[in-house]
């Protein structure tokens, strides 16, 4: 009965650590150059940030995983080497899921996942839940899903709200469609967006207003959140929470108890 306030705004940042604008490039200067000026900035704001990384990362830059796992922020998994998961035979993605969280899990625990492209049938929802996961940020709410039964009990779904590049569009109107998102808001960035790649042949999207105004860009969205009194958290704490306010779910309509 008392008029006590709402709960604060849930805001989790989300790094997906991966080669640069793939599949247009497969260099690493993000990995070397952005996630560090990443980790400065989230160090800075004093926020803890979910970095979905790619098995590869881990195996040719261990230093960049071994930074962020030691920063304290949450080691998540982007499959191995950022292939479509909806391309891949369910063999496929098995071996791709198993092979992944095996290398990550050498840094740190890993149970958040997002698939490359946000592209993961429900169907093998299962073969994440069977590697121990209990979160998957695999899905966007800008953009269509990919088709296929969901078939994992326990698993949380929390897709992205809003992409990436938005968050470098002029502020004015970034911070109107900021205003718009509802709890959980889920950002993502990568970190090759930090790295200046507006004189490099690429897509528009993969390079306009990178580098420095990027930065620059992130730090302004953490400043609009913590204005209205929002609480950074990771995609692991927003599962657990999630997961205790609802109860397992039925795997297909045949199967339901
Ligand atoms: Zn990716």
Redesign the pocket.
């Given at each position: 009965m008392s008029s006590s306030a709402p709960p604060p705004l849930r805001v989790a940042i989300t790094v997906?650590m991966?080669p640069d604008c793939?599949p247009f490039l497969w260099t690493w200067r993000g990995v070397t150059e952005g996630a560090p000026r990443l980790l400065d900035l989230f160090e800075r704001q004093a926020i803890p940030v979910t970095w979905f990384t790619t098995g590869d990362t881990a195996r040719l830059h261990p230093g960049s995983v071994e930074a962020l796992v030691a920063a304290g922020h949450e080691l998540g998994c982007?499959g191995i080497s950022?292939q479509r998961f909806d391309w891949m035979s369910r063999e496929s993605a098995a071996h791709e899921i198993g092979e992944s969280t095996r290398r990550l899990r050498e840094f740190a625990p890993v149970t958040s996942f997002r698939a490359?492209?946000l592209r993961f049938p429900g169907h093998y929802l299962d073969l994440l839940e069977a590697e121990g996961f209990l979160l998957d940020s695999s899905q966007a709410k800008y953009k269509r899903d990919v088709p296929g039964q969901e078939n994992a009990k326990n698993l949380v779904r929390l897709p992205a709200s809003i992409t990436s590049s938005a968050l470098r569009i002029p502020k004015v109107i970034r911070e109107f469609f900021l205003g718009r998102l509802a709890d959980p808001v889920v950002l993502f960035v990568?970190p090759w967006e930090f790295v200046d790649f507006t004189q490099t042949d690429l897509r528009y999207d993969c390079r306009f207003r990178t580098g420095q105004p990027a930065l620059d860009a992130l730090e302004s969205v953490i400043g609009f959140f913590k204005a209205r009194g929002a609480e950074f958290t990771t995609m692991r704490d927003l599962g657990a929470a999630s997961a205790l306010a609802t109860p397992a779910k039925p795997v297909m309509a045949g199967a339901a108890q």
């Open positions: 997906d991966e793939p982007h950022h490359p492209y990568h």
